[in-house]
């Protein structure tokens, strides 16, 4: 059942984080476009990384996601990723309390099969950027390089990230759905398990 916030420390290990860092750091490639002035500028997706050994890590990882998704909430249908990225939040970045599947206001999500949003931490060397949730008495795991955070997209887990203060967070941003059709492009052929 999808009641939990579930937070795994040490997923990534030191070693794994410093690649990710350094990757995400040093990289002279364009992060991604888009029309979302929010966003812009600000990700990598996983297929994009132009770097095979980081991207097998970021999938080999994103397996590894599943099966404690599956596991811990009890679900026994296959997952599918629709989404897996790096993303840089710079000094002033937040974001308000939203929810990854539904709308407070009931007005159409443009997600609404996102059953379960994952975020996983490559540093804490920033200030502020922390994730909160209103509706859990505004829970604020602490956070620490290479743990994993995931919870369900309802309104239940309405959750926001503070502003980042100084320096940089990079995360690893992904979402689970048993929908197939909106599975990314490391799932779409994959064979069900």
């Known amino acids: 059942m999808l009641k939990e916030i579930k937070v795994y420390k040490n997923f990534l290990s030191s070693e794994e984080i410093g690649e990710l860092l350094t990757f995400a750091r040093d990289t002279s490639k364009d992060w991604g476009k888009t029309d979302n002035e929010f966003w812009d500028g600000r990700f990598i997706h996983s297929q994009d990384l132009k770097n095979e050994k980081l ?13 404690f998704i599956k596991e811990d909430y009890g679900i026994e249908e296959t997952l599918y990723s629709d989404l897996l990225q790096i993303v840089r939040w710079t000094s002033g970045y937040e974001l308000k309390p939203h929810a990854d599947a539904e709308n407070p206001n009931q007005d ?3 997600f609404p099969y996102r059953e379960v949003a994952c975020i996983t931490y490559l540093n804490n060397d920033f200030s502020g950027g922390e994730i909160y949730f209103p509706n859990k008495e505004n829970y604020c795991p602490p956070i620490e390089p290479g743990m994993l955070v995931f919870f369900p997209g309802t309104l239940e887990f309405l959750h926001g990230v503070k502003e980042v203060t100084e320096g940089t967070r ?4 992904s979402f689970f759905t048993r929908d197939k059709s909106k599975a990314d492009f490391y799932d779409r052929e994959r064979k069900e398990n």
Request: aromatic residues 4%; hydrophobic residues 30%.
């Open 170 to 173: 990079y995360t690893i941003a």
């Open 108 to 110: 159409p999500h443009p």
């Open 55 to 67: 991207e097998n890590l970021l999938v080999s990882k994103r397996e590894e996601i599943k099966n």
